[in-house]
């Protein structure tokens, strides 16, 4: 009788109560890997964005490169002056 009742006290108490505390963990954990992937996201988002700046920048020097390259010989070294001092947006 007495491993009866054992028995019937876990069905009733022991696995509902392993359940909840399965339950919580499983939530607690589930927030930790979301704020986790917010914060890469947003590290990820910042990466981009300054390699977009890096990019537009080279873009920049690049057509200055071309203009300089393509120009007919007329007045190079001016050109280079000129450029030299423009302000850079």
């Given amino acids: 009788m007495d491993f009866n009742m ?3 006290f876990m069905i ?3 696995i509902p109560v392993i359940a909840g505390i399965g339950n919580d ?3 607690r954990w589930l927030r ?3 704020a986790m992937t917010g914060a890469l996201n947003a590290q990820t988002a910042e990466k981009a964005a300054q390699y977009a700046a890096q990019v537009e ?3 920049q020097r690049v057509r200055v490169l071309e203009r300089i390259v393509t120009d007919n010989g007329i007045g190079v070294a001016e050109e ?3 450029l030299r001092d ?3 947006n």
Avoid: Q, S, Y
């Fill in 6 to 8: 054992i028995a019937f």
């Fill in 80 to 82: 280079i002056e000129r």
């Fill in 57 to 59: 920048r080279l873009e």
């Fill in 86 to 88: 423009a302000p850079l």
């Fill in 25 to 27: 963990m499983f939530k």
């Fill in 32 to 34: 930790h890997k979301e």
């Fill in 12 to 14: 009733v108490v022991g």
